[in-house]
């Protein structure tokens, strides 16, 4: 590393920390924070900022420009985006995250505007540990990716960097993790884009993706590094090209897991196993087509054999009710190609020899109950397939999963017309709802919010030395049973996204008893809580950015009570008058005097 000698007292604060500037701190938080007089005079409600917020989101014309705002609005006030974040998740999720999220990691390097995460290097191999000091808060969940697979953008190198930041303030928004408690992380193990090497404004390395023996080298230092650093921190995996040698290399060692396999198979199986009820067709008689055989399409259905098995099937019994369709066709041992090592376990060797190139035709052979699609191949699902599949079930279950909504194998409306109506569906993108035969339809997306988050901050709370696959399948159970009557009654497969933090509670809670169950968690005094007290245990330990003005009120009222050598409860005393009368007496007129 550099021999350059480091700056005395140097502090280094991110911007995406900072609440100082918040204009509805009153006039006392203001002068303990230095910034009295640095904005304007009001003290606005939260529900005033909310909508000049909104009112400036609404100006911007595009997604891309929509994206930009929050994100200046993150760096610059971080209590405020997340209040605003909460209170309209549905709406601003699509653009901070997918679908959005894909055009901004196409053009990192062109609307790149500050740090908002570490970038490590292949040749900072040897220096990972020293590189994290570099890192001012201490962290207890990261989120990495070498950007080699972002959604069905294929290989972005460091571009990729917009899915660490995004799928973190997923986990603030839904599981209250503090945001400063996040890293963002992106390695730059090269990139086999040539356009991106080629393009002058590309802000990672120029070189060619590193050897899978170079990779593993760099991530074994990286591992040890982190949880050095930080020794109960949790990492989550995204958009690796090939997730599982990582993924078997380290769950068993590190808290660790990978969202695009786990994180994805546990939401699908927790909206498949309200579809399978709800389809009144028996588990033992459910016959599945996947479309897609990548690693995403495997770790689903993995995942659903575990369902399949808690319903009373053998795990031969389970494998068979999988038919996988790539780019060769029916994946099967005969086909005459070599298979990935991860397609083994869902081949066929039960075709006599017969090979199926078209989707169609494997859809009369199999006469499935079930059609995934995680392709990334737009439209795929045309009127013909749908067709048959509202041929061959009363509730067909079409659970077109590929991301961004281009990639989507169908539409919601395409799917409603082509079933008359009776699709069990959901979706990997948002959908808008749709009027049929007077009734209000609401398309299920199987979107992976409403797990990860409660997978990091169960793996957290409970300290857990490894995220078990127990843990995994726990947030699917729990994400099954957390729809409430209205959503059950109006045969919703999710929960209303606008209760994430409610749903997340439940994950959360079922993961840390998976934990507890598997004997790794750490934080063992959760074991004696009954589920009502871990449940109020899990919301006390949540941020909530609507409090953090009566945090910093509380620190300042602390202050001044210790200086007039006032009582405890002579403090909390003036925290309340201070919070709801000083502040609310300000509002209305008040003007700042003995500064």
Known sequence: MSSVQERPGLTRQLSTTSGDYCTANPPEIRRYLKTYGLTPPAVESFEVQAQRCLKLLAMKPTPIEKFQYLTNLRATNVHLFYRLLSENIKEL?????????????VRWS???????????????????????????????ITVLTDGSRILGLGDLGVNGMGIPIGKLALYTACAGIRPDATLPLTVDLGTGNKALIEDPLYMGSRRPKVTPEEEREFLDELMAALTDKWPSIVIQFEDWKNPFPSLERYQNTYSMFNDD??????????????????SGVPAKDHRAVFLGAGS??????????????????????????????DSNGLVTLDRGD??????????????????????????????????????????AFNKDILTKMANLNDRPVIFPLSN??????????????????????????????????????????????????????????????????????????????SLNKQEVADGWLYPDIRRIREVSVIVTRGVIRAAQKNGVDRQQELRTMSD?????????????PFNERENVGDEVAQLLATASGMTNGHANGHTNGYTNGYTNGYVNGGAASNL
């Open 110 to 140: 062109e609307i790149y505007t500050q740090p908002e995460g570490l970038y490590l290097s292949h040749h900072d191999k040897g220096n990972l540990r020293q590189i994290l000091d570099n890192w001012p808060h201490n962290v207890e």
């Open 93 to 105: 999720t699509p653009l901070i995250y997918t679908p959005t999220v894909g055009e901004a990691c």
């Open 296 to 325: 995403a399409g495997v770790g689903v259905a993995k995942q659903i054999v575990e369902y399949f098995i808690k319903e009373g099937l053998t795990e031969e019994e389970a494998r068979r009710k999988f038919w996988f369709f």
């Open 404 to 481: 961004p909504s281009s990639k989507s194998e169908c539409t919601f409306e395409e799917a409603v017309q082509a079933t008359n109506g009776r699709a069990l569906f959901a979706s990997g993108s948002p959908f808008p709802s749709l009027e049929w035969n007077g009734k209000m339809l609401t398309p299920g997306q199987g979107n992976n919010m409403y797990v990860f988050p409660g997978i990091g901050l169960g793996a957290i709370l409970s300290k857990s030395v490894s995220v078990t696959q127990d843990m995994i399948y726990a947030s699917a159970e729990s994400l099954s049973t």
């Open 532 to 544: 009502e007290q871990l449940d109020v245990y899990i919301k006390e330990h949540m941020y909530d």
């Open 338 to 379: 070599k298979l990935a090592e991860h397609k083994v376990y869902f081949a066929r060797d039960d075709n006599n020899g017969r090979q199926y190139q078209s989707l169609s035709r494997l859809i009369d052979f199999v006469r499935p109950t079930i059609l995934m699609g995680l392709s990334t191949i737009g439209g």
């Open 261 to 278: 396999v786990q994180g994805t198979g546990a939401v699908i199986v927790g909206g498949f196993i309200n579809a399978v009820k709800a």
